[in-house]
């Protein structure tokens, strides 16, 4: 005699995912699927994500590494879902191999991550960290800064968040220079190769995804063609920069500061970057906001759903080479 199917299983890693109950989480639970809140104060190395995904069906990840080592602990998987849009923490070869769809959220955090990216260029201009510890400290020392106004601001990347902080700079009245060999630049925006980028921007801002012909784009060479008064800012992957390279420039003088929401290894308790005072540093916020969250969560449970039940995801990554079925 055959027993009844198991019952279907998602465990979702992603902190904002499992923080608070909400139409995210009921997407799941009313298809009638299993949510497991697994989530940890820092990403999870794949071979901790192994184990909690031995008997998932579908896993909803944030940051956390998942390669070779976790698809082959978890037979029943079928799908993972980013809750966010890069998806370098997933081997997406490794999950072709195995049968397994990988989803993203395009769009849900476009509008948080260019915000912060706009307050970062202002807290930079005013040097607002100092000027706030300064009071706190009980101090009254006012810094002479800088306006955004009339400043060239060039973006690497001309995606949608690279897109959004175009339109918001503008709105600032700063000159805006792009970058992008797969996009086209939207108007207003002068599309420029990275040597004219270096060499006319006061402002560098990065939104770009990180793969091999990212990996360390902002390098030793890159920001010794960079003006000495200009500032960088990241929001988009911490492995865009040689963060030793950057630490020794802006040690030097060859840049005026940098702020930074990613790190190469997070948490960046090793980074040279957190001893340069010219460095704001924050704990990758760029998508931390309500509104972001809900979209995210809403997005990747959609599409979790639909994979477990024979649907179309609307925000497919990769697909298998052959779907895997459930043993």
């Not at 000027?131 to 949608?160: D, F, N």
Request: aromatic content about 2%; overall charge neutral; hydrophobic content about 45%.
């Amino acid at each position: 005699m055959t027993g009844a199917p198991e019952r279907l299983r998602v465990v979702a890693t992603a902190r904002s995912f499992c923080a608070a109950d909400g139409p995210h989480q009921r997407i799941v639970r009313d298809a009638g699927i299993e949510l497991v809140l697994a989530a940890g104060d820092d990403p999870l190395d794949a071979p901790t994500l192994a184990r909690l995904a031995a008997d998932a069906d579908g896993l909803i990840l944030g940051l956390d590494r998942c390669d070779e080592r976790v698809f082959a602990a978890a037979p029943r998987l079928r799908v993972v879902a980013r809750y966010g849009v890069g998806t370098d923490s997933v081997d997406l070869d490794a999950a072709r191999r195995h049968g397994v769809s990988v989803t993203n959220t395009p769009g849900a955090n476009t509008v948080a991550v260019a915000e912060l990216t706009l307050a970062l260029m202002l807290a930079l201009a005013r040097d607002l960290p100092a000027a706030v510890a300064g009071m706190h400290g009980g101090g009254w020392q006012r810094r002479r800064g800088w306006e955004l106004a009339g400043k060239t601001l060039g973006l690497i990347g001309l995606g949608r968040i690279g897109c959004a902080v175009a339109e918001r700079a503008r709105a600032f009245g700063m000159r805006v220079l792009g970058h992008d060999p797969y996009a086209t630049a939207p108007e207003g925006v002068e599309q420029v190769e990275l040597a004219a980028l270096w060499a006319r921007s006061d402002v560098i801002s990065l939104h770009v995804g990180l793969d091999p012909s990212t990996r360390h784009l902002i390098d030793r060479d890159a920001l010794a063609q960079c003006r000495p008064n200009a500032v960088l800012v990241n929001t988009a992957r911490g492995g865009l920069i040689d963060e030793a390279a950057l630490a020794e420039a802006l040690r030097a003088g060859r840049l005026a500061g940098a702020a930074v929401d990613v790190f190469e290894s997070e948490p960046p308790a090793q980074s040279p970057l957190l001893a340069v005072p010219n460095v704001i540093a924050t704990p990758h916020l760029g998508a931390t906001t309500r509104e972001a969250a809900q979209l995210m969560g809403v997005a990747a449970a959609t599409d979790v759903v639909a994979v477990l039940t024979g649907g179309t995801p609307r925000h497919l990554v990769t697909a298998p080479s052959e779907p895997r079925r459930s043993p």
